[in-house]
């Protein structure tokens, strides 16, 4: 079964960087696109950025010139190079990515299990 696997949180002070990776792994012909979303209690889940395997990317405006998304295609795996951080880029970060198990098929969407970045002011 596909499994995506966080990792990087933590905790950092405002102006500070982070890394967070995920990789994807079990029965994969494709992982596309692959992205990160975030969540804080009482709001929706929203988009941080994604990429496709042709290295398209898109960003939330809020974190666009500050967080620079990043992929491996060979390892299925992701990243997120967050810079400059805010008390406001506070949530959980979820790994997503568009899984087709096999070629031609539906593609389905899975989670990691999220992962908590905290910056304090």
């Known amino acids: 079964q596909v499994q995506l696997v966080e990792s990087g949180g933590g905790l950092v002070q405002a102006g500070g960087s982070l890394r967070l990776s995920c990789a994807a792994s079990g029965s994969i012909f494709s992982a596309n696109p692959m992205g990160w979303y975030r969540q804080v209690p009482g709001k929706q889940r929203e988009l941080v950025a994604a990429?496709?395997?042709?290295?398209?990317?898109n960003y939330a405006d809020s974190v666009k010139g500050r967080f620079t998304i990043s992929r491996d295609n060979a390892k299925n795996t992701v990243y997120l190079q967050m810079n400059s951080l805010k008390p406001e880029d506070t949530a959980v970060y979820y790994c997503?990515?568009?899984?087709?198990?096999?070629?031609?098929?539906?593609?389905?969407?899975?989670w990691g299990q999220g992962t908590q970045v905290t910056v304090s002011s």
């Open positions: 997503n990515a568009e899984v087709q198990v096999v070629a031609g098929t539906v593609p389905y969407d899975y």
């Open positions: 990429i496709t395997s042709g290295g398209s990317t």
